[in-house]
């Protein structure tokens, strides 16, 4: 009964507001979240500082402050979600070069788009499908609430996009594999607790542990991976850009699609730090992550 009071009763009547005004209550946000709330703080603070080892204080506390405006933008943009037209998000995240996945569909095979959460990738993901050739597939985490698990794949998936859990992705993609997908995988957060294996490398001045998913599904399946580059054109309009990452896996050795796919992350980030999800508490401590040159196991047949 809460969920669909706070679902009917405020986030619905939010989500249509303009944008102008959506921005004034970022704007309001940012100084409740950051200087009264506090949210996060040690969190973003410890993540930059380590990450960007020779900027002084005045400079982390700048990035930090442009940081937590993005994310209140990000937070507006997000309640959009639920009423924005179709028309209107693909306006506000246009794929540049859609022609870049397009030429894979024409050759009969299905991809693997690659991103990180950085910008407005909530936006990019719904207005997806309308954009290409592929039939998109979000690959998302499930919701412990039901009403809002409901509500969310409703929505994600009301322009065209299939939502497939984590747990069911195998075997969606073993009873699907005549359909030519383009399913979207988010590599950048710390692999779930329930993940029992991660490739570890160096990943904004820090050794990180990255989730391998992503390679192997690509090189099970032979998949083309293709990285998608979220850039901010101005408040509230982003585009996205295609570059082929690789286009057969199968041929990679291990790590090579999971180190690239990672330095084009890392390298959107040190150009425009602030559009990253800092508040993340990616560099928790893990026992269960393998050296590079370890565990060829993990590699896909």
């Known amino acids: 009964m809460l969920s669909r009071l ?39 603070f410890g993540n930059l500082q380590r990450s960007f080892p020779h900027l002084d204080p ?20 997000s309640l959009k979600i ?7 998000a693909i306006a506000r995240n246009r ?10 569909f024409d050759q009969g095979r299905s991809i693997i788009f690659s991103a990180g959460h ?44 299939e939502l497939v859990t984590k747990k069911e992705i195998k075997a969606f993609h073993e009873k699907n594999r005549h ?13 779930s607790p329930s993940t029992k294996r991660a490739y570890r490398m160096m990943f904004l001045n820090q050794e990180t542990d990255v989730m391998y998913g992503t390679e192997k599904f690509a090189r099970e399946y032979d998949y083309p991976v293709v990285f998608a ?16 990452m690789e286009e057969h896996p199968r041929n990679t050795p291990y790590g090579d699609i999971t180190e690239r796919m990672t330095h084009l992350i890392e390298a959107q980030i ?11 508490k990616r560099w928790k401590k893990r026992n269960y992550a393998v050296d590079r040159a370890e565990d060829r196991s993990l590699v896909a047949p």
């Open 229 to 244: 580059a979220i850039k901010k054109v101005r408040r509230g309009w982003y585009e996205t850009h295609l570059q082929v």
């Open 95 to 104: 794929i540049v070069n859609p022609e870049v996945a397009g030429r894979f």
């Open 82 to 88: 639920f009423s924005i037209s179709i028309e209107e």
């Open 270 to 280: 040190l150009e425009e730090p602030q559009y990253w999800l800092w508040s993340h």
């Open 118 to 161: 950085y910008n407005n990738w909530e936006l990019c993901v719904l207005a997806s499908d309308a954009q290409l050739k592929h039939k998109s597939i979000g690959v998302y985490t499930q919701i412990r609430n039901k009403y809002f698990e409901k509500v969310m794949r409703k929505t994600r998936g009301r322009y065209g996009m």
């Open 58 to 77: 005045a400079q982390i506390k700048r990035l930090a402050k442009l940081y937590y405006r993005h994310l209140c933008d990000l937070g507006v943009e």
């Open 6 to 44: 706070l679902h009917y009763g405020l986030i619905l009547p939010l989500s249509h507001l303009p944008f102008w005004l959506l921005y004034r209550l970022s704007d309001m946000g940012y100084y409740f979240i950051y200087y009264i709330l506090r949210y996060r703080r040690k969190v973003v």
């Open 179 to 191: 359909r030519l997908t383009a399913t979207i995988l988010a590599n950048d957060q710390a692999p």
